[in-house]
Every structure is written in structure tokens, then in C-alpha cells.
């Protein structure tokens, strides 16, 4: 467990992070003395402009996400919310000696939540429709808890700490390599990919601390709602798409909601319809299995939702109840073999471009020939990657429940499906610039990904015609894949008996073609 106890839980939470912030600033502090030996360069008055910088970014920040909160996603502010949660609100507020935070809240269907602020005397929760439409008043309490967990932590303080040792060391790599011309020039390139390799650590470093935090938020959570399981059930409906059967009472409350604007497609995917605790499992099956959950988890801020939930139930024996469920399924097949074959696909590519040059480079009396056979070569491999990722049919009939259960899926790799639904909100909820919708349908909802192949095609979708679907019937066919958000690629959409169509891999294949035909020129008349 993560500690028993509030205090226990915040000293533990603090003695982390002062340890990570030290060892941090640790490095930081040598690597910077080490630089001053060797060139003399008094490296500590970037630092202190990028302090000054960061210090400006944190002070400003929650008046700008303001500002966007109002105007881009039409928030409102100090909402009228429920009597359950404004009076559990005002208790957490009282125990922790916290001001009450200002609510503010988003007419989407599509469920989240997040905080933000200086400290937890001026946080701000914001709120959408969709969380309580679809969660009940325990989950919903649950959920409000993790973000004031978030506020109490002062984790918006404490990762902006951490976050400015990256942000120097990249300053540093930037310096040192744009000056490797100079005489001494081969001293500063090493100075400058040691920086980089210390940039690339840290970042590291700072999103396992965010991933931590994120635990003990949900710790936080379970003290103060004595209730594991409902938050369980909640991170199920927010972060897998699913509902559960059960017998906890629906929320009853006015049309309110959660949304998290941080991350469009991160937390969209939400909860509808009813399944049963095999169905959780069932959808814990990739992240559990497959080998692209851990390396997209390394690159979050957030961890694994399956990893969330068994730290969560893991707690339910302290509170007199048993976990709601265990993930006790055995993985009957070895996916590594698939994943190391997209591995490959995915940096084909790339690998082509770098071994032509440097071939180019040995044989530069043939080097055009080289460059245009390596060109055709990469758009080849560039072509086998498109059709996996865009696989031509067919596209079955599905539902999110069963989508969600495929292993065999990633970034790379997708099932063509046909989906049948309601569109509820936007992609990323409230937000007046994002084309991207959720679609719910009998036993869960999905995030579609709406794409035409020119950005400001997009934006004027979104800002002129999305609306016009919200609340619809669609038929969608698709690409479905997960990376790690299970979401579908739009390929046409039917509404109403007409047809949109999304035009992104058609242009690609076209594109490509063009630079076939290009590549093949080069090698012919170099």
C-alpha cells in the first residue's frame, strides 16, 4: 500500500519528492561547476533567467487557464454543484485547512476531471456533464477527492520544481551545440550530449515522480471517501470506457460532469451500459500483456490505469471490504514477437534514411543514384507501415466492449471495425477547437479521432460543423488502435442518411506516390 493514514501518507508523499528534487538539483549543481572548469563560462546566469522564466510561467498560468477555460472551452465558474459534493467538498477543505476551491464546469458528455492552481488555498477544479451523468455520487466523490489529493500534495509547486532541471539542462545541450564551431569546438559537443543524456534522464525522473504523485492522489482519495472500490469503479468508467453491474445507485443529481483538458485523448474515454467485473479484466488484458503499455507508461505522467487499480483494491482489506476484483487471467499467447515485428516496422523508415546517408556519404561519386534508390526504398517501408496501421477491411460490426479486449493492437497495428452509436461530446471535452468526438454506445464509449489531412480543415470543422453531431446516431467505420488510449480513426461517418468522409489516408497514399516518383527521378538522371 501506499501508507495507512493521511499524515503517514504526506510524509512519505514529501520525503520522495525532496529526495528526487535533491538528487536532481544535485546533478544539476555539479554538472554546471564541471562546465565552469573546463571553459569558464559562467553558465549560472542562464540558470538564473530560466528561474525567472519558470517562476513567471507558475505565477501566470492558472490566470491563463482561466482565460482558456472561459473562452475556449466555455467553462463557468463557481458552479452550483450538488449538496452531497459541495458538503464533502467542504469538509475535506475544513480537515486539511484549505480554502474552498473554485468549481468550474463544462456542458460536455464526456467525463473527467482536473485541478490546477498555485497552491491549495487558489485551486480550481473544473467539472463536466458527462462525469455526472454516468458515475454514480460515491464514484463522483471519489474522483474530486483525487484532484483535491492533487491540490493538498501541492503538486502543482512541487512539479514545477522539478520540472526546471530539464528545462536548463536542454538550455545547456542547445548553447554548447549550436557553439561546437568555435575553437574548442570537439569540448563543447561533449558538454553538449552530456547535457542532453542528463536532459533525457530527468525527464525521465520528473514523469516517474508525476506517475508517483498520481498514486498517492488516489491514496489520498480512498482516506478520505473510506472507499476503494468506488474509486475503482470510477477509474473503470473514466479510463476504460466501461460500466459495471452492481448494485451501487445511479447519481441522480442535475446534469454536471468531469473533464480532464490536459490531455485530449487521455482521459476522455468514459462510461455507459453494463457489464460485469470479467469485462474489467478482459479490458486490463492489453495493458497487462502487451509489450507497448510499459513504454507508453515510461513516457506518462500517469500510470497504467490496470497498475492504478490493483494499488487501489489493494487497500480495500483496510477498510473491512473486499477488493472488487483481482486480475487473475493467464496469458495464453506470447505477444513479444508481434511487438518487436512493430517495433522494427515503426523505425524502418528512419533506418533507411540514415544508412543512405551515410552510404551517400562513403560513395559520393554515386551519391544521387544512392539517395534516390534509398529514397524508394524508405517509401516502400513507409507504405508497409501505412497499411498496417490503415488495414483495408473489413471493417466488423463492434462494440467498445469487445474492442477493448484485443491484445494484438497498438500504434502501429489497428483492426478496421464499424461502430454504432451516439456521439456525446468532443474529443477533448468543451474545447470549441478540437474536431475529435466520444461515441457511446450499448456498452461503453470510445474516443473517434477525426482527421482530414489539412489542420485548418479541422479547425473550422470543429468550430462550425462539429456541433451539428453532437447528440446524433453515427455509423462509423474506422481504424481501431491503442497507444495506450483505445480510440478509433475515423474513416467516414454516416449521419442522417449522409456520409462524411475523412480524406487523411487517401492523401497519405498520394503523397507517398509523389515521392516514389520523385526518389525515382533522382536515381535515374543523377
Known amino acids: 500500500t ?6 503517514f501518507m504526506k510524509k512519505n508523499l514529501f520525503g520522495v519528492s525532496l529526495l528526487t528534487i535533491t538528487c536532481l538539483y544535485g546533478v544539476l549543481s555539479a554538472f554546471v561547476i564541471l562546465i565552469f572548469i573546463l571553459t569558464g563560462a559562467p553558465v549560472i546566469y542562464g540558470i538564473l533567467i530560466s528561474i525567472i522564466i519558470l ?41 486539511y485547512n484549505m480554502k474552498y476551491p473554485r468549481i468550474g464546469y463544462i456542458d460536455d458528455g464526456a467525463p473527467n476531471a482536473f485541478t490546477y492552481g ?87 525522473i520528473v514523469l516517474w515522480l508525476s506517475r508517483t504523485r498520481e498514486y498517492y492522489a488516489d491514496s489520498f482519495a480512498i482516506e478520505e471517501t473510506k472507499d476503494p472500490n468506488g474509486l475503482a469503479l470510477a477509474l473503470v468508467k473514466i479510463g476504460f470506457g466501461l460500466s459495471v453491474k452492481g448494485s451501487r445507485k445511479k447519481n441522480t443529481a442535475n446534469a454536471l460532469g468531469i473533464f480532464d483538458s490536459k490531455t485530449s485523448k487521455a482521459l476522455v474515454v468514459a462510461a455507459n451500459g453494463e457489464i460485469n467485473v470479467g469485462s474489467i479484466k478482459n479490458a486490463m488484458k492489453w495493458e497487462k500483456w502487451n509489450t507497448w503499455a510499459k513504454i507508453y507508461e515510461l513516457n506518462s505522467t500517469h500510470p497504467l490505469i490496470s497498475n492504478r487499480l490493483e494499488a487501489i483494491l489493494s487497500r480495500a482489506p483496510e477498510f473491512g471490504v473486499a477488493p472488487l476484483f483481482a486480475f487473475d487471467l493467464v496469458k495464453e499467447n506470447s505477444y513479444t514477437g508481434t511487438f518487436f515485428t512493430e517495433l522494427v516496422i515503426s523505425f524502418l523508415p528512419f533506418l533507411t534514411l540514415v544508412l543512405t546517408a551515410i552510404i551517400a556519404c562513403i560513395f559520393s561519386s554515386n551519391a544521387g543514384f544512392i539517395a534516390g534508390l534509398g529514397g524508394i526504398v524508405m517509401v516502400i517501408f513507409m507504405y508497409v507501415r501505412l497499411f498496417r496501421s490503415h488495414k483495408n477491411g473489413p471493417y466488423k460490426e463492434t462494440n467498445v466492449e469487445n474492442l477493448l479486449g484485443e491484445v494484438n493492437v497498438s500504434g ?12 456525446i461530446g468532443r474529443g477533448n471535452p468543451g474545447c470549441i477547437f478540437n474536431e475529435d468526438f466520444v461515441i457511446k454506445d450499448e456498452t461503453g464509449i470510445m474516443f473517434l479521432d477525426y482527421n482530414q489531412p489539412i489542420v485548418l480543415a479541422n479547425k473550422i470543422f470543429a468550430l462550425f460543423r462539429s456541433p451539428e453531431y453532437f447528440d446524433k446516431i453515427v455509423k462509423i467505420r474506422g481504424w481501431y488502435r491503442r497507444s495506450p488510449v483505445p480510440y478509433v ?20 497514399k498520394i503523397i507517398y506516390a509523389i515521392l516514389m516518383f520523385v526518389f525515382f527521378l533522382i536515381m535515374i538522371f543523377a
Open 118 to 204: 498555485h497552491t491549495k488555498n487558489d485551486a480550481r477544479i473544473v467539472l463536466t456533464r458527462g462525469l455526472f451523468e454516468l458515475l454514480s455520487e460515491e464514484e463522483v466523490k471519489s474522483v474530486v477527492a483525487h484532484e483535491l489529493g492533487h491540490a493538498t500534495h501541492y503538486d502543482m509547486l512541487f512539479m514545477t520544481v522539478v520540472q526546471l532541471v530539464p528545462l536548463v539542462l536542454y538550455g545547456i545541450y542547445e548553447i554548447f551545440t549550436d557553439n561546437a564551431d568555435d575553437d574548442d569546438s570537439s569540448k563543447l559537443a561533449i558538454i553538449g550530449i552530456i547535457a542532453y543524456v542528463l536532459y533525457i534522464i530527468s525527464q525521465y
Open 2 to 7: 501506499l501508507g495507512v493514514g493521511s499524515d
Open 412 to 423: 502501429v497495428t489497428c483492426i478496421p471495425v464499424t461502430l454504432n452509436g451516439k456521439i
Open 55 to 95: 517562476i513567471l510561467q507558475f505565477l501566470i498560468s492558472p490566470i491563463a487557464i482561466d482565460v482558456s477555460m472561459r473562452w475556449f472551452y466555455k467553462a463557468k465558474f463557481n458552479y452550483d454543484m450538488p449538496d452531497y459534493l459541495k458538503n464533502f467538498i467542504g469538509e475535506v477543505c475544513k480537515k
Open 489 to 508: 480513426e475515423i474513416l467516414d461517418m454516416e449521419v442522417d442518411g449522409k456520409v462524411k468522409k475523412c480524406h487523411t489516408f487517401t492523401f497519405s
